[in-house]
């Protein structure tokens, strides 16, 4: 099955067809750093990171870039409330993001271009602009002409007219429309502010991710990423100035993930109607985030709460406990499977195969992780089922077993479900519980059944517990 995309701008699924076969650029948009990062904005990067991963999965060379708007008025008012720089906010609020981010199992972009280091970008794409009757300045200010965009409104389903009702000229603009949107901010007393043309001043947000996604990308890109949230105004103005500046298509595939709800209202640092990350990773595992995140499409909107990540966590411990029961099958002498292809080893190989097929199909239609995760469960019940019925003959062979861990190891690489890869069977046993094992069993030869109980309980005591298997004692850390 072919890669199926849904392009937000087309309003359907088409098949993926890269700019230059082979390879994918992908451009999400990044935090605006004035507080810490919420769940809502790990959303985003979460399901970037696995559209990221499945694309390197088939074989495309990914370049990936993730911006920070590291300097807008709400991180100047942030600023000037604590008395500090505007970077010590700005920097502060990326560490933050890059600590959670670890947590959560997501991989670093290839670029983090920050706004204000691409200064001299934003101002040569003003001017082009300027240069085509796109853009207009006044008294230090720079605005867009939206009306001279003939496709404005296609990507967020808006008439131009009609926009105008909802449209205002706030004190201070001088805009000829009140449709029109700031590409440069003249500065004001005290602000940070770079040189430009027009005058000292600061990019407008808007423009910001123009300038820098052509800058590593090129002029038309592969993919764009973000919350619904951003489709209007933000992207909306994005595609106006790039295509103006261009004449090329900007976007191919427009992404958009849904938004993650609390009591039926979209969270909002705005609002303070959010949960920040630091404090959900206090109670739940940045896998269990990853893993809740994760476990419906991303392009649809989800009802916050913990009961909902408690079930995450309790989905996640059943994959993680069958893959150590897995690696327990694989560490144990062969002599333990079965030799023989039996009926048993036969239908779990077919069975995995046919898990990872209709993993990757859901895969393909569009990155729908929610109906993936759905096959690998289907997978945990029938190997669940074959632990169930216990170590009879007809218990799968070895390459059965092995064909089982390939199939979590895809689903790990793609969905990034574990931070060290695959859990496996036990840790490295203390040295004192080694030995008290190994007092035990020669208890147990001795048939002092009394004594080899104690010697259990105090190795349960520590934190483990033995299986009595045929070839020797398996030790592992107690659940």
Aim: proline share 4%; with cysteine.
């Amino acid at each position: 099955m072919a890669l199926k995309v849904y392009d937000t701008l087309r309003g359907r699924k088409e098949e993926f067809a890269p700019v230059t076969s082979g390879t994918a650029g992908i451009y999400f948009c990044g935090m605006t750093v004035q507080d810490k990062p919420h769940i809502g904005h790990m959303l985003a990067f979460v399901a970037g990171d696995m559209i990221r991963r499945y694309l390197l999965f088939k074989g495309f060379k990914v370049t990936y870039v993730q911006n920070f708007t590291d300097i807008d008025d709400k991180i100047i008012a942030k600023a000037n409330e604590e008395g500090v720089d505007y970077r010590t906010i700005a920097e502060r609020n990326m560490k933050e993001y890059f600590t959670y981010a670890e947590e959560l199992n997501i991989m670093r972009a290839d670029v983090y271009p920050l706004a204000t280091e691409h200064i001299g970008d934003i101002v040569a794409l003003i001017r082009t602009l300027e240069e085509k009757g796109f853009a207009y300045a006044v008294g230090g200010d720079v605005y867009y002409r939206v009306r001279n965009f003939s496709r404005y409104g296609r990507l967020s389903k808006r008439n131009v007219d009609e926009l105008v009702s909802g449209a205002r000229i706030d004190v201070g603009e001088a805009k000829e429309d009140p449709l029109d949107f700031t590409l440069w901010k003249a500065a004001k007393e005290g602000e940070p502010a770079w040189e430009s043309p027009w005058g000292m001043g600061r990019p407008g947000w808007h423009i910001e991710c123009s300038a820098m996604s052509m800058k590593y990308l090129g002029t038309t890109i592969d993919m764009h990423g973000g919350g619904q949230d951003l489709v209007f105004p933000h992207h909306e103005n994005e595609i106006a100035q790039s295509e103006a500046a261009t004449g090329k298509q900007f976007i191919r595939y427009w992404m958009h993930n849904g938004l993650l709800n609390l009591r039926g209202e979209k969270m909002s640092k705005s609002t303070g109607h959010f949960f920040a990350i630091e404090d959900i990773v206090k109670e739940f595992s940045g896998e269990v985030v990853r893993f809740y995140l994760l476990s419906t499409h991303f392009r649809s909107s989800t009802e916050f709460s913990r009961e909902r990540l408690r079930e995450a966590e309790a989905g996640l411990e059943r994959i993680r406990n069958v893959c150590v029961w897995i690696d327990e099958r694989l560490e144990s002498p062969r002599g333990a499977q079965n030799a023989a292809v039996s009926p048993e080893s036969s239908r779990l190989i077919a069975f995995t195969d046919e898990a990872v097929a209709a993993f990757l199909d859901a895969m393909d239609d569009d990155f729908n992780s929610g109906e993936a995760v759905g096959h690998v469960f289907r997978l945990v019940r029938e190997l669940n089922r074959i632990r169930a019925e216990g170590n009879g003959a007809e218990v799968p062979s070895f390459e059965a077993f092995e064909k089982a861990r390939g199939a979590f190891e895809t689903f790990d690489r793609i969905l990034g479900l574990f931070k060290g890869g695959l859990p496996k069977a036990g840790r490295e046993i203390p040295p004192e519980v080694s030995a008290l094992v190994a007092e035990r069993e020669a208890a147990r030869k001795a048939k002092d059944w009394k004594r080899a109980d104690e010697l259990r309980g105090r190795v349960a005591a520590l934190g483990f517990v033995i299986e009595d298997r045929p070839a020797g004692p398996l030790v592992k850390p107690a659940r």
